[in-house]
């Protein structure tokens, strides 16, 4: 499944009581630690700047539509991702140690585990269709010598 199918798919919502609220509390508490991220933060300053006002109502939208269905995310999060041409593994690592991190400390254990597997799903559907883009291997298969 793409990452715009997860975040449209309209499956409905998940249990763990996840609403609205609970959404914008853990994206702002995320976005909060970024900037001074001393490895995902160089690239979130470079894309975003001085946008962030625009970018977490996008985000927002997107884990409403991935958790609860409401399908009001639009975008590619595929070709935003693409427009970084030095995103790597490492930095996706990062994002999700992060994003694990701060969804622990904001949220109820099931509630934060599962945005964490669906965190997950995202990182590697991303991950895959970058390696994809740039004729690499996919990540965690060897190279071809």
């Known amino acids: 499944m793409t990452t715009e199918e997860t975040a449209g798919s309209g499956a409905g919502p998940p249990s763990a009581g996840i609403d609205e609220e609970m959404i914008e ?9 970024v900037p001074a991220d001393p490895v995902i933060g160089p690239i979130f300053d470079r894309v975003i700047g ?7 109502p996008k985000m927002f939208d997107f884990w409403s539509s ?3 269905g409401t399908r009001r995310f639009r975008g590619s999060p595929m070709q935003a991702h693409l427009k970084i041409p030095e995103l790597s593994a490492a930095h996706f690592a990062r994002w999700l140690e992060l994003f694990r ?3 622990r400390e904001a949220w109820p254990p099931q509630a934060a585990a599962l945005i964490i597997e669906r965190a997950e799903m995202i990182a590697e559907s991303l991950q895959l269709g970058l390696a994809v883009s740039r004729g690499l291997p996919p990540p965690g298969e060897p190279s071809q010598p």
Do not use: C, G, M, S
């Not at 509390?25 to 630690?33: C, E, M, Q, S």
């Not at 001085?50 to 977490?56: A, G, K, N, S, V």
């Open 25 to 33: 509390t853990l994206i702002r508490a995320f976005y909060a630690k």
């Open 50 to 56: 001085d946008q962030w006002d625009e970018h977490l």
């Open 66 to 68: 991935v958790l609860l």
């Open 101 to 103: 991190q701060t969804a």
